[in-house]
């Protein structure tokens, strides 16, 4: 009975080696200033930072149009800062993600609310990183500047290396005033990241578990042929 239990628990630690996530947990991996809070001082109620800056908002780029820093406008998720992902037209930002471990599952968690001074009633926000992408929908309607609604989203992604690039775009590109028609986006906060067990991980160790329940069975049942037979 022992040998087989012994022999149960090798197989469990192997099939976790094998497929690159260990017993304990994976690596810790985080997101650099995912609540904004750290960048260019003195944004008021707002600064409008275009593309291509990767100073402005520590850790991450504006990559493509241009993103409203907000400071005082709005109420935001987490913190004091946050943005609005249109500025004068539909903005991307993104990080390189490092730490990763190839062929792990991550999620990653924001909230997410819309700015609230004109249309689209629905703001459409894409996040991608390694293949994966998912679209994601708040509605502004019964909500306002002190009353952001911001809720929580998560989008999960398999990592294809040591790094990844996280990025988030606004989808709003018409809707609001005539002078300014895609200035009034879906507004982003509290971005973080962890790992996540895959499922197949989880299947191949409880099938290594079951395999130490049946050594155990045949332990037991070797010992009590055995005290019958004496």
């Given amino acids: 009975m022992k040998k087989g239990f012994v022999a149960g628990v090798a197989f469990a630690a192997a099939l976790a080696a094998g497929i690159g996530v260990p017993l304990h947990g994976a690596h810790a991996v985080t997101i650099i200033n995912g609540s904004f809070e750290n960048g ?38 987490d913190g004091s800062r946050s943005l ?15 730490g990763l471990t190839n062929g792990q599952q991550y999620k990653v968690t924001f909230d997410l609310a819309g700015n609230t001074d004109a249309g689209p009633t629905i703001k459409t926000l894409d996040v991608t990183a390694s293949a994966g992408s998912n679209a994601y929908a708040f509605s502004i309607a019964g909500h306002d500047r002190n009353n952001m609604g911001w809720v929580t989203e998560s989008f999960v992604f398999t990592a ?27 507004a982003l906060d509290n971005v973080s990241i962890s790992a996540t067990p895959l499922p197949s991980t989880w299947l191949m160790l409880l099938s290594a578990f079951a395999g130490l329940g049946f050594f155990a069975y045949r332990g037991a049942q070797k010992g009590s042929t055995t005290f019958a037979a004496a």
């Fill in 40 to 77: 260019v001082a003195n944004i008021g109620d707002f600064k409008t930072i275009n593309a291509t800056d990767s100073t402005s908002i520590t850790g991450w780029t504006v990559s493509g149009g241009s993103v409203d820093y907000i400071g005082t406008y709005w109420t935001a998720a």
């Fill in 84 to 98: 609005d992902m249109n500025g004068l037209s539909a903005g991307t930002i993104t990080q390189l993600v490092t």
């Fill in 160 to 186: 294809d290396g040591a790094s990844d690039l996280l990025s988030f775009s606004s989808a709003v590109f018409s809707g609001g005033t005539g002078d300014n028609p895609a200035a009034f986006g879906p």
